[in-house]
């Protein structure tokens, strides 16, 4: 019923950047929290970041600094601007949105992932 379209990810060296972004698609009534999670080798999936509708962040404490997330409301799109990459950044950046489907129900639905590589 909603999907969500990664881009962005890539290979960069320590210190670079790189931006990811996220565009959500169907039956959106509303979106309430977008955000973005990682998942490296060997490891659970843990949270990036994540916005609300109306604009709180939060921000895991090995990226606070370094990254923002952003969303356009209007457009259902969220983003994630990287900067100063460490190869401990090195993971498939997941998107993800909850909210609720024009029919009222609520949704959580995740993106196909996107693969971001840090070289030291």
């Known amino acids: 019923q909603v999907q969500l379209v990664e881009s962005g990810g890539g290979l960069v060296q320590a210190g670079g950047s790189l931006r990811l972004s996220c565009a959500a698609s169907?039956?959106?009534?509303?979106?309430?929290?977008m955000g973005w999670y990682r998942q490296a080798p060997g490891k659970q999936r843990e949270l990036v970041a994540v916005?609300?509708?109306?604009?709180?962040?939060n921000y895991a404490d090995s990226v606070k600094g370094r990254f923002t997330i952003s969303r356009d409301n209007a457009k259902n799109t969220v983003s994630l601007q990287m900067n100063s990459l460490k190869p401990e950044d090195t993971a498939v950046y997941y998107c993800?949105?909850?909210?609720?489907?024009?029919?009222?129900?609520?949704?959580?639905?995740w993106g196909q992932g996107t693969q971001v590589t840090v070289s030291s």
């Open positions: 993800n949105a909850q909210g609720l489907t024009k029919w009222g129900a609520p949704f959580g639905s």
């Open positions: 916005i609300t509708l109306g604009g709180s962040t």
């Open positions: 169907g039956m959106i009534l509303k979106i309430n929290t």
